[in-house]
């Protein structure tokens, strides 16, 4: 392909202005781009067909600057009209040197387009084109890469040493003190982080129903958002170090204030475990619930014609009203709020007898104890397996420095040991976090919780209030005129309140020595109920 590069006013040209965002304050703005390119252009005689900006980086290797892209287009579609593309300096057009060699390929091996800096412009019908190219895009490629470099080291340095190098967590916020940069508690969002720990930690609330909580206060979270901050060992004083060149990823204690002790986000982390063991790709799913006004209907069976029932909202003349009906027959339809109090008001009437609870406490007992031989036989194997992995990193070490593994295979290698030996540790560190205390705080408040199912029934979320009802009914029950007609217990609710004459047995006589909490010859355990409540 013949080219004629000249200086006559037949030459059309199109000039192409670049900043990025920090390039604006060191007087490169656009503007004055286009002045010194068009002060050349009337220098030189050259026709200015038009002008394209942007404010993009040019960093990267790939080919996607969208005013480049729309230059070429141009060209590609104007074949012939356009004899150069005229830029002020050679980091305007590429600060890497891959792209640059790329659109050279695309504008001047392609369309005969000449492409040019007007300072140190290059002569393409030379020999030395490429390697004065390569070094003038290649020295704004080496200094775009020591300024990356010196970043990256300054964050990891500022990360060894306990301080946060990027935006504050949810619950934190960043303060510039005189060029001092820390974080610290954010007074507003803090007690709501904290307090979803702590209620996970518990055990008590699944962590979803704790998410719906802290959002109604007002903390703005996602669903996924919220699981990565459970997580975070930010919240208890550490601070991940990510792996950097040879050095393994880390965590350090940081300089920052915990809003969380190491111990309840252990708790919260064996939380997490339990809920994500079933789901491989580690997703908690959100569940549904009855609404609040009209929980009980799961439960409920029609008197009429023992079908299921049904629970809506009906739109009154100044308010809305919740009611329990049938779809079936049609003949049952009663207020939701009355029939939940009736229905408390008969379950709060369930008392632990106190010789079940010394037994119970009794068997907790020996279950803890049991349990804690367990915990020690596995803390004594994981350190066993914790020793191996110490003697297998030693041996990789001894490996590299006889020049067996290259540098790349022992960089990988060594990070999987570490990250192995922190898992085992980790979950030593959950083993220690039983104690006796906590059994006997879980006790008493399970205790306090059936004496006072009434108040707990009214007070507690939707899911709370589910589990209780399933662990006492087994099944649906007709409920009517404030009295439970028929219902079928789980078995250990006879056995938890353990006073015969809040049982009554079909075939079972009251003065009969058999004992009440057991069907009687030819009944059927499903037939034992409660009465009196």
């Known amino acids: 392909m013949n080219r004629n590069y000249n200086t006559s006013s037949n030459i059309n040209v199109i000039l192409y202005c670049r900043v990025s965002s920090d390039e604006q304050a060191e007087g490169c703005s656009l503007d004055e781009q286009e002045r010194q390119l068009r002060s050349y252009c009337t220098i030189n005689g050259y026709n200015v067909i038009d002008v394209y900006k942007e404010d993009f980086s040019a960093r990267k290797y790939d080919l996607n600057r969208p005013e480049m892209k729309k230059i070429y287009e141009y060209c590609k579609k104007h074949r012939g009209k356009v004899q150069k593309i005229l830029f002020l300096r050679w980091d305007r057009y590429a600060r890497n040197v891959e792209f640059a060699f790329a659109y050279k390929r695309r504008f001047y091996d392609e369309l005969g387009i000449e492409i040019n800096a007007i300072e140190s412009s290059i002569d393409f019908q030379g020999t030395e084109w490429a390697m004065m190219m390569g070094i003038y895009c290649g020295v704004a490629h080496t200094e775009d890469e020591k300024i990356s470099r010196r970043t990256k080291d300054g964050i990891h340095g500022t990360l060894l040493k306990g ?197 119970y406490e009794a068997i907790l007992s020996d279950v803890r104890t049991e349990k804690f031989k367990g915990i020690n036989k596995e803390k004594n194997r994981i350190q066993e397996d914790i020793k191996k992995v110490e003697i297998r990193l030693q041996r990789l070490q001894d490996r590299y420095m006889d020049d067996e593994i290259s540098a790349e295979d022992y960089k990988e290698m060594r990070q999987r040991y570490s990250d ?114």
């Open 163 to 359: 301080k946060w190098a990027n935006k504050a967590p949810r619950g934190y916020k960043n303060v510039n003190n005189n060029g001092e940069k820390y974080v610290v508690i954010d007074p507003e969002k803090a007690p709501l982080v904290r307090y979803a720990f702590e209620e996970i930690a518990k055990g008590i609330k699944t962590p979803t129903l704790v998410m719906r909580e802290v959002q109604k206060k007002g903390l703005k979270v996602s669903e996924s958002s919220f699981f990565e901050m459970l997580r975070n060992h930010f919240y208890c004083g550490e601070v991940y170090v990510p792996a950097y060149l040879n050095e393994p990823a880390q965590y350090v204690k940081g300089v920052h204030e915990p809003l969380i002790s190491k111990e309840t986000f252990l708790k919260v982390q064996s939380r997490l475990q339990k809920v994500n063991k079933r789901d491989k790709r580690k997703k908690v799913v959100v569940e549904k619930y009855p609404h609040e006004d009209y929980y009980f209907y799961q439960f409920l069976l029609c008197p009429h014609c023992g079908q299921k029932i049904s629970a809506s909202h009906s739109k009154g003349r100044n308010k809305v009203y919740a009611y329990y009906h049938c779809n079936h027959c049609g003949k049952y339809r009663v207020p939701a709020p009355k029939m939940n109090e009736d229905i408390l008001r008969y379950i709060s009437q369930i008392r632990p007898c106190q010789a079940v609870l010394d037994l």
């Open 420 to 533: 192995e030996i922190y898992a085992l540790k980790n979950q030593i560190e959950i083993m220690k976090i039983p104690n006796r205390g906590d059994v006997e705080q879980q006790m008493a408040y399970a205790i306090s919780f059936i004496n006072n199912l009434e108040r707990c029934l009214t007070e507690v979320e939707i899911p709370v209030k589910l589990d209780v009802l399933g662990s006492i009914f087994k099944g649906k029950m007709v409920f009517a005129d404030g009295e439970c007609r028929t219902a079928e217990y789980n078995p250990v609710v006879p056995l938890l309140v353990g006073k015969s004459s809040y049982y009554k047995t079909k075939g079972v006589s009251d003065n009969s020595e058999t004992p009440a909490q057991y069907p009687g010859p030819g009944s059927n355990r499903h037939e034992c109920y409660l009465i009196g409540f």
